[in-house]
């Protein structure tokens, strides 16, 4: 037998992504986010709630946001107005602002919860001393999604992630202040992200003063 007809003999392994829409998640608008919001409070899911205020706000990735301790929100036990991470992946800090809606839900989450600066805001139900997986964390924002009627498949936690950066994006147009909230090494990696045609990006980059 010839060495061509062991391998078409073979069998095939199925693609990873048969059947899955791939690609950069959708992110919400402004209507959706007021939803999830709603549908949160009426179940009275205090933790999601805060979760997702903090998502859309902090612009994080899903493993830097599980990783947030109490001392990053607060001080002098309040919440702050302003928050910083040093970013797992790239090593480099992002800062943040935290607005009234995302300020007020944690500080019920928080009084709830108690603890103390250095323990994770989102502590593992599984595990008390480590924090909420990005795997449960994932399968939470598939819940608020399809609980207002929107596609798993389309929305996720990237989603939140882009959501405040799009949203700032096409108010200003300003590519480098989008860039500098998301923490990208690149701003080429700002452009994909938010899925602008590049030659308007860098039109928007070479024009905008830091």
Wanted: proline content about 3%; some cysteine; hydrophobic content about 40%.
């Amino acid at each position: 037998m010839e060495m061509s007809e062991i391998v078409n003999a073979s069998p095939r392994r199925p693609v990873w992504n048969a059947g899955r829409t791939v690609g950069a998640k959708r992110a919400l608008k402004p209507k959706r986010i007021w939803e999830i919001r709603f549908y949160l409070n009426q179940r009275r899911r205090v933790r999601d709630r805060a979760l997702f205020d903090l998502a859309i706000d902090s612009e994080l990735r899903g493993c830097d946001l599980v990783r947030m301790k109490i001392g990053d929100v607060v001080s002098g036990g309040q919440i702050r107005t302003r928050g910083i991470v040093m970013q797992q992946k790239t090593g480099r800090p992002v800062q943040f602002e935290l607005l009234p809606d995302a300020r007020a839900s944690l500080l019920t989450w928080l009084e709830r919860r108690g603890g103390t600066v250095d323990d994770y805001i989102f502590p593992s139900r599984v595990d008390h001393d480590g924090h909420l997986s990005t795997r449960q964390y994932a399968r939470l924002v598939d819940e608020w999604v399809t609980g207002v009627g929107l596609m798993r498949n389309k929305n996720g936690t990237h989603s939140l992630r882009r959501t405040k950066a799009s949203i700032i994006y096409r108010a200003t147009g300003k590519l480098r202040a989008v860039h500098i909230l998301l923490g990208h090494s690149k701003i080429e990696n700002t452009v994909r992200y938010l899925g602008i045609d590049i030659e308007d990006a860098l039109a928007l980059a070479e024009n905008t003063e830091v």
